[in-house]
């Protein structure tokens, strides 16, 4: 099998799951329990808070563990919206962005907010001028991804942070989801206030992720209940998968330098062959994320290529597998001005540092010989 | 910049005479065991001053630890080249032009190498005049200077350092002596455990722990904090007394006014034996005047009383909110709050005797016969020993 859909999830590492493993089976206590049992699993659950703190560099108490990105993005956004909205109801986010994010504000803007949804080049990235220009006195939030994950644009998230820094009664929250361990992002630096992290994106487990909130970043929780998290989010703690993810970050961080510069290789190399299929248009900018390549073969259906691709062993997908089960046509490639024949025929390979040379080039002898295949039917 | 040295003074061990060099002693001792995890670093050292040779080590890590070290005054972050004249310009520039901040800047040259060929005043103006020429946007300012840049001209070398970090100060931990502190989970003690290490003392620790009263978190936290000490002092022995029987006995037999009176004068004698059998000369507690019911006059007198150790209370004359600004800096604040009971506060009596009477304490106490129990309990106690290292691993390592 090849598995090129790393941006969908990811293979759990096997030191991953042997925590999660010896976690769920020697620390099932609740860390709320005030016994030695719950004891245990809340230093347990303090040493990965302070773990993962360190790997991000950033506080310990600025880490609150959430179940995905999903509910990372969803608690940032609705968060500082239902908390701030005395001071202004004006969001800014872009067009691009993860579904997640996208209809949090569209239920937001049912609430009564406005969202300014900003437009994209035809590389998928946003102008920082744009955002300078959209805020007003009003504006609460300013929310833009670190890498999009159908296109692997990398968005100016520096540049938007000295904007917004300048700006001290709004909010600056990335969506770090897909850049996480493929775009380095120092959070501090940058001047975010908010950061979504998801773990199965780098080889942890579904159901865990973390929201970076700076201190005195006060926001409204989805979640009321018990005091965990600093109340930020209510519930008994995952801890087994929480220990799980700040292996996997810590596995990842490790191994960064290196995965990155092995991702640019097998990019390169699947670039220069889909480049020789003169069917093939180009979609991921060339100074993007290292691990998405997206392209579109105009005339032919996506599902049909995955599907043609499924039946050797060969998975990969159309766009954000939150949004793939819907239409065929990408509203990220369309807010990159790219018309529908090529908006409609998009798929993308999702690469993780797991992956080999040697299964680029079988792709490119499969997804040619599919293409052929194909052409007799549909091209 | 690329500093290549840590210049290193000693501040107070300078007033030593013919001990100091006991104290410089356990100083480079106790840097160099800071610097373990830099295996480059060379220490080198003489009568008044240290250096550290880096090596390649990050200079603010290594200086980062050696914050930690007692017995230092200051820093400097320095660069040593050659005692050649042309050498020691060309560092001067790079050290300047390595903090783009500075706008104005001194020299001032001291010429422990009396044959370098230029005087101390000349080579000032000469140097000035250099970086001038030589870096752009600069002032000469002997007033107020950006940067006061050190040219020490010495045998081995020259060394050019620009600014002073402030160090712990105190005395190098282990000169003095050993203390042992009564660690409750409190914010008090482990700051006072902390200040008693600045005077040079090497500190074990003693816990009163009332299961199942109290629980095993009290304990860990108090083991937290212990270990946070470790930082200061690489090593800090707890010896865990099982206090639950006596307090039983005490809370029975006692009125509950001097209940804790009571308490506290069991624990300075539980204290008193385990200092003598670890042959520690003194007690530490973490006292302060008026905080509580068992911190009046009439209360120290009386549970004072049975002992004859020298009890060290740095806090003694502390407000409240200097030992809390001493515990963020030391980092023991976080753990000290962690709403846990201690043995202090399970059985604390309604209303405890501000003014406790001596005589009364001595004829309350003699009701009982406790010497069996007081054997009991010090034959159960359990000791632990914290290494620096213990600090920054944890037991759940494999898992993380």
Redesign the interface.
Known sequence: MIYFDNSATTRPFPEVLK?FH??SERYYGNPSS???FG?ESE??LQ??KK?AAQLLQVKSDEVVFTSGGTEGNNMAIKGVALQHQNRGKHIITTQIEHPSVIEACKALEDLGFEVTYLPVNEDGIVSVQDVQESIREDTILISVMHVNNELGSIQPIQEIGEVARKYPKLYFHVDHVQGLGKVPLNIDECGIDLCTLSSHKIHGLKGTGILFIKEKTPIFPLFHGGTQESQYRAGTENLAGI?AM??AL?LTFQNQDKAISHLERLNKRLRKGLEQLNQVHLNSPVHGAPHILNFSVPGYKPEVMIHALGEKGIYVSTKSACSSKHSDVSSILQACGHPLKRSSSALRISLSAENTENEVDIFIEEFERVLSELSKVMG | MEFNHILVRYGELALKGKNKKQFVDRLHENVRRKLVHFPNTKIVRNHDRMYIELNGEDPDAVLDKCKEVFGIQSFSLAMKVDSEEQAIKDAAVKVIASEPSVKTFKVTTKRVKKNFPIGSQDFNRELGGYILRNVEGLNVDVHNPDMDLHIEIRGEGTYITSKKIKGAGGLPVGTTGKSLLLLSGGIDSPVAGHLAMKRGVEVEAIHFHSPPYT???AK?KVLNLAKQLTKYGAKVKVHIVPFTKLQQTMYREIPDGYGMTAMRRMMLRISERVAEKEGILSLTTGESLGQVASQTMESMSAINEVTNYPIIRPLIAMDKLEIIDISKEIGTYETSIEPFEDCCTVFVPNQPKTKPDREKIKQYEASVDYSAEIEETIAGITTVTFKEEDLYQ?E?DD??
């Open positions: 925590s010896q976690v005030i016994h030695g004891t230093r347990l040493q990965s773990q220990v700040v292996k810590r | 629980s095993d978190r860990e944890s759940f898992l993380l």
